[in-house]
C-alpha cells in the first residue's frame, strides 16, 4: 500500500484529484494543513509522494519542497503552481520535483502522478 501526504491549508480544490487517487490507487493518505505538520509528518513516515499545494499557510509550495529535500531527499514530489512551466522549472531547479500540477489537479492529474510514480524506483 502507497502512502501519500497531501500538504494544504484548505483541501477544497484537490476533490477530483483526491477521487482519482481513490479509484487508482491502494493508498493511505494522510492530510497536513501547515509546513510544520507537514515536516513532522514526514519524520514519522516517509511518504510514497507528497502532493503540496501552492501556499501552505506561511510557506509556498516551492519553498516547503525546498525544507521537505533538506530534511529528505528521498521524497517523490508534486507541487501545485499557476506559474508556465518554463517558470516553475526556473523556481524549482534542483529540488527533484517529479510532477508540476495546475491549481485545481483533478482525476486525470492523478492518472499521471500514480503512473510517473510507478516508473520511480
Known amino acids: 500500500m502507497k502512502h501519500f501526504l497531501i500538504v494544504t491549508d484548505t483541501g477544497d480544490h484537490f476533490s477530483n484529484l483526491m477521487a482519482g487517487l481513490n ?20 519524520k514519522e513516515k516517509t511518504p510514497d509522494l507528497m502532493i503540496i499545494d ?8 516551492l519553498e516547503l519542497a525546498r525544507m ?29 520535483i517529479m510532477a508540476h500540477l495546475p491549481p485545481e489537479p483533478d482525476a486525470g492529474e492523478a492518472e499521471k502522478l500514480l503512473e510517473a510514480l510507478a516508473r520511480m524506483p
Open 23 to 42: 479509484s487508482r490507487a491502494e493508498a493511505e493518505i494522510h492530510w497536513a494543513a501547515s509546513a510544520d505538520a507537514a515536516l513532522q509528518a514526514i
Open 54 to 61: 501552492e501556499n501552505v499557510k506561511e510557506v509556498s509550495g
Open 68 to 96: 521537505v529535500v533538506i530534511k529528505n531527499a528521498m521524497i517523490h514530489l508534486a507541487v501545485v503552481s499557476s506559474l508556465s512551466a518554463e517558470e516553475f522549472h526556473e523556481a524549482g531547479e534542483g529540488l527533484g
